[in-house]
Nanobody, 127 residues
Framework: QVQLVESGGGSVQAGGSLRLSCAASGYIGAYSMAWFRQAPGQEREGVAAIDRDGSAFYADSVKGRSRISKDNAKNTLYLEIYSVKPEDTAKYYC??????????????????????WGQGTLVTVSS
């Protein structure tokens, strides 16, 4: 089974940018992939999704200041967020499924449709 390992978390000042990576142990080209996050005391929420054809979907919370991308040759998923805010503080999780995850990220479907989860990487944004 493919395993997902996130990296790139840490502390960043408000207004700065962050770049997270998710390295997969196998080929990700067959998967739709996404990023989720969970802030302390809050439920996990979707951030962005990218389908097998490269089409991307963003949650309103990061739309216009983020970019999700993937490199199938490197089996790596990326998330960049610009102009970060304290409310971006959360543990960020990489996810994958053999179906489109945009509706899960949008909160229209349960995240039980996610087949693979990473362990998460913590991002702290200071004001």
């Amino acid at each position: 089974q493919v395993q997902l390992v996130e990296s790139g978390g840490g502390s960043v000042q408000a207004g700065g940018s962050l770049r997270l990576s998710c390295a997969a142990s196998g080929y990700i080209g067959a998967y739709s992939m996404a990023w989720f996050r969970q802030a302390p005391g809050q439920e996990r929420e979707g951030v962005a999704a990218i389908d097998r054809d490269g089409s991307a979907f963003y949650a309103d919370s990061v739309k216009g200041r983020s970019r999700i991308s993937k490199d199938n040759a490197k089996n790596t998923l990326y998330l960049e967020i610009y102009s970060v805010k304290p409310e971006d503080t959360a543990k960020y999780y990489c996810a994958a499924a053999l179906r489109d995850l945009s509706t899960v990220v949008a909160g229209l479907e349960s995240d039980r449709h996610v087949e693979l989860w990473g362990q998460g990487t913590l991002v702290t944004v200071s004001s």
